[in-house]
């Protein structure tokens, strides 16, 4: 665990760009983020039965998707079905351990898809308050996302103290 | 990453104690599964920049809950007002890479409360299907949970492929 400020700023570098690319609507660098086999040198084609590397995914009210074909997929599918998307992060906090690394994040969301009238106009402004956990892998060519969990944060303004149960 | 399988058993049983102590109620169980700096050898008056082994938390609907102080209290608290609680889970899957595993789950939740005339007898019974991320972290007093991020899931039941977003 040596130069760990650099290791923090590396992962929080990961994370930003993982969020920039979902903005951009970049597939192929969303795609690129997430974590391989192949990036841990395990080989793809022999079945590991600790399943290293696996991904999952678990976007805001979905269930687990698992695999790089369920995850990649459901991606491809919200991108092709917002035309804006924007991500204001806070609270953002990672714990570095070894070669693996936490992030929790606040995700401040605006969005919006087609304008209703079918215009060239995008449709009204969506807001929502999403937090996730991240999970990223260090590997040879840079930290990788090995599992993303998304959830909605329904309790009142004045009750996300942290200390409270939602309402 | 030798006796892969044992890994795999190893967390699968970790993750199923962590339930249980839940279910039981046991809150020294419960605080003694949560991962500590010292499990990791790292001297807890030192502060750390990478922040190894900090603890996080996100109940379904709730904010982050971050270290050992906010997420055990989050336990004390749901524990004090639940009188019964039982988890029933499905499709389990486990990645090991190294010294971290990465846990999904189904948590098919039944709990109650108190009763509503504040008898001796339990509340209406409430079924909740919660999906969990939980992160795990090889100590030599055995796997720890390091992140727990559980969230509501919000789909219909036809819709639960995990390829379509909820209605």
């Not at 290791?7 to 993982?18: I, L, P, Q």
């Not at 976007?59 to 997929?73: F, M």
Request: aromatic share 8%.
């Amino acid at each position: 665990m040596s130069a760990p400020h650099t290791d923090v700023e590396e992962v929080e570098a990961a994370n930003t760009a993982f969020y920039q690319a979902v903005e951009e609507g970049d597939f192929e660098a969303v795609s690129g983020l997430w974590l391989t086999p192949a990036d841990l040198g395990v080989d793809e084609t022999y079945h590991d039965p600790a399943d290293a590397g696996v991904i999952s995914c678990v976007h805001p009210g979905w269930p687990v998707l698992t695999g790089r074909g369920e995850v990649l997929r459901s991606y491809a599918l919200i991108m092709a079905n917002t035309d804006y998307i924007q991500f204001f992060l806070t609270d953002v906090h990672v714990s570095v351990t070894g070669d693996t690394a936490l992030v929790t994040c606040t995700e401040n969301i605006l969005s919006g898809g087609p304008a209703p009238t079918g215009g060239d106009e995008l449709g009204p402004l969506v807001g929502q308050l999403v937090v996730a956990t991240n999970v990223f892998r260090r590997t040879p060519s840079g930290w990788k996302l090995w599992s993303h969990h998304g959830s909605p944060v329904l309790a009142g303004e004045d009750e996300q103290d942290g200390e409270e149960p939602p309402s």
